[in-house]
């Protein structure tokens, strides 16, 4: 290949494959535009985070967030009560950071924690991977990684992940005249264009009207199961933005919740510029939590991230009553942001489902929950086989 050519676009690779072979799903073309293994906003190392990139995460707020989140860990493996091994399994951790953060806090602050607990990343990337082993140098052999889950043996600890299912693909389907199609991508005088065409899925959201858009997300189930098949004993806890379902399809909301993010500026053209930009759309936590159920899980709680920061800050400020000022002023800046209604509080939720430990009493996060995930039927079924 002539290296004075300029490198095809994913854009321009899509427009060829469709023309080619016709519409493809929107989950097709949403999987392409991130995880495309040269062309993909997180697979090709596009995606940034924090003041210079695309978009904030509760990391970027700085360590405390880690540092909240390992005395709940702690507080799964006092429960645990784990003899040998304790793991950690974090996905989607982009660059380390928030490992190092977690286990910086473990190392001083719960230090029988760190003497026995292992790390585990799970990630794909090279390119991750590189950016993880140089922040996570001063933990040693404490940290390991896989590709997938597939490759992870049964744990006795805790899975995490902080928006990852955000980004799993999603399919899109909209009623029209009372019917539902579902949206695909096509082309048309060279441009990617969406068109809807008639589905073998039966979608029930009886009190959809005509223009409603709804989003399911599949993937998220197996992704579930996965993590489910990993955890022998422990907790999963679950952090991303969405809602419980009644509130996900509520009627009011026609238009979804799928969003674009580059610069720090939010739009909805996902088929504009495929591979240069965050696709993203909330979670479905109802559904999640019917998924765990079926593997023998059971909830701990639901909060917004307002409440579980707070529950745990309270009880981390009673274990450390002897110690004057648990928070210097720049960490009070950060619980601040991290849990003001108006800034990350509400914005971001909490899922905590469990199997083989006491639930007798809530986990610090839960203490002040109030939110609840009612089981409910699903919404997307399928007739017949549909391919991509």
């Avoid at 790390?119 to 997938?148: M, N």
Wanted: hydrophobic share 40%; charged share 20%; proline share 5%.
């Amino acid at each position: 290949m002539d290296e004075t050519m300029p490198a095809i676009s994913l854009n321009e690779r899509l427009v060829a494959e469709i023309l080619s072979s016709g519409p493809i799903r929107f989950d097709a073309f949403m999987e392409a535009a991130l995880f495309d293994a040269d062309l993909g906003y997180y697979a090709s190392g596009k995606a940034k985070i924090g003041r210079e990139g695309d978009f904030f995460t509760s990391v970027s707020v700085g360590a405390l967030y880690g540092r909240l989140l390992a005395f709940q860990i702690q507080e799964v493996f006092q429960r645990l009560a784990c003899t040998s091994d304790f793991t950690i399994i974090e996905q989607g951790g982009n660059d380390g950071r928030l490992a190092c953060d977690i286990l910086d806090a473990l190392r001083s602050d719960h230090p029988a924690v760190y003497q026995q607990v292992r790390y585990l990343l799970i990630e794909p990337f090279d390119h991750l991977k590189s950016a993880q082993r140089h922040q996570l140098a001063g933990h040693g052999s404490t940290v390991r990684w896989a590709s997938d889950l597939a490759s992870c043996e049964a744990i006795d600890g805790v899975y995490f992940s902080n928006e990852y299912v955000d980004a799993l693909p999603i399919r899109l389907f909209v009623k029209s005249e009372g019917v539902w199609l579902e949206r695909h991508v096509a082309c048309e005088s060279g441009e990617l264009v969406f068109v809807d065409v008639p589905t073998d899925e039966v979608v029930d959201l009886p009190d959809a009207p005509d223009g409603y858009l709804a989003e399911f997300r599949p993937m998220a189930d197996e992704w579930l199961r996965d993590v489910c098949r990993c955890v022998r004993r422990g907790a999963v806890i679950v952090a991303d933005y969405g809602f419980p379902r009644e509130l996900l399809y509520a009627p009011w909301r026609t238009g979804g919740t799928l969003s674009c993010y580059a610069n720090h500026r939010r739009d909805d053209a996902p088929l504009e510029s495929p591979g240069s930009k965050d696709i993203t759309a909330h979670v479905d936590f109802t559904a999640l939590a019917m998924v765990a159920r079926a593997q023998g899980f059971q909830t701990l709680g639901f909060a917004d991230q307002c409440h579980f920061l707070t529950g745990i800050f309270q009880s981390m400020s009673k274990s450390a009553s002897e110690r004057d000022g648990i928070l210097s002023a720049r960490e009070r800046q950060a619980f601040l942001t991290l849990t003001h209604p108006e800034m990350m509080g509400t914005q971001f939720k909490f899922l905590t489902i469990s199997r083989g430990f006491s639930v007798e009493t809530p986990l610090s996060g839960y203490r002040y929950s109030t939110g609840t995930l009612t089981p409910q039927p699903p919404v997307l079924s399928a007739l017949g086989a549909v391919d991509r």
